[in-house]
């Protein structure tokens, strides 16, 4: 079921989202050679703690889950495209390291990611993130009252094919709320004027993710 919010929810939704964006910001500029992706996740925990937010990841149990997820961030090396554990690893030259993480604030998640090249990475990496970042904004541009949740799959799943990529399988961005997960299901393909309808007062996470081989 799809959950509208009103004008102050989606107020204190973007409160929560700065917050987060001020935790990436920060995780991107710290995260270099030598440093492990478990102190990352420790920083992210004490600055969501600062801002009078808990960390949305910690402890979430999606359906199906035996346990509850045990950090504050997912820390993804490399051909780890997401969910990857913070750990004891030491991140190197050359890692293309990719942060995703949320926050809850006043009841409302956030939930967003970032790639952070460590030292000197390939141009694939390079041309992956770049065109990453473009199907991101093309996905953003789609997202409005009367279009589509295909209408912004199109989008993305275009950029990713221009560039040369491929969309990951079985990856998807979702509706957002005082749950993480809400619907609808934001797929990185689709056909225009197919799917969910968008509506005003829906909020979304449009969450591209490419790959270069053929996304299995």
């Avoid at 801002?51 to 509850?68: E, Q």
């Avoid at 998640?109 to 041309?127: L, M, P, Q």
């Avoid at 009367?146 to 990951?168: L, M, P, Q, W, Y």
């Amino acid at each position: 079921m799809i959950i509208l919010k009103t004008q102050d929810e989606v107020e204190i939704m973007a409160e929560s989202g700065k917050i987060l964006g001020h935790i990436l910001k920060t995780l991107q500029s710290v995260a270099k050679i030598g440093m492990t992706t478990k102190e990352l996740d420790n920083i992210a925990y004490r600055m969501a703690k600062e801002a009078n937010s808990v960390p949305a990841f910690l402890n979430y149990r999606p359906s199906g889950a035996s346990k509850g997820y045990p950090a504050s961030i997912c820390a993804s090396i490399n051909d780890v495209i997401v969910h990857g554990l913070p750990s004891n690893y030491v991140l190197k030259d050359g890692d293309l390291l990719k942060i995703d993480s949320g926050v809850k604030y006043k009841g409302y998640c956030s939930d967003s990611a970032i790639t952070v090249a460590i030292g000197n990475v390939s141009e694939t990496a390079k041309r992956i993130m770049r065109a990453t970042e473009l199907a991101l904004m093309a996905g953003i541009s789609q997202a409005i009252p009367g279009n589509t949740v295909g209408d912004i799959g199109f989008a993305v799943e275009s950029v990713a094919h221009k560039n040369g990529f491929s969309i990951a399988d079985g990856l998807t961005g979702h509706g957002i709320g005082r749950n993480l997960h809400e619907d609808p299901y934001v797929l990185n393909f689709g056909k225009k004027g197919k799917g969910e309808l968008l509506r005003e007062g829906m909020v979304i996470a449009i969450e591209p993710m490419l790959t270069a081989g053929r996304g299995e």
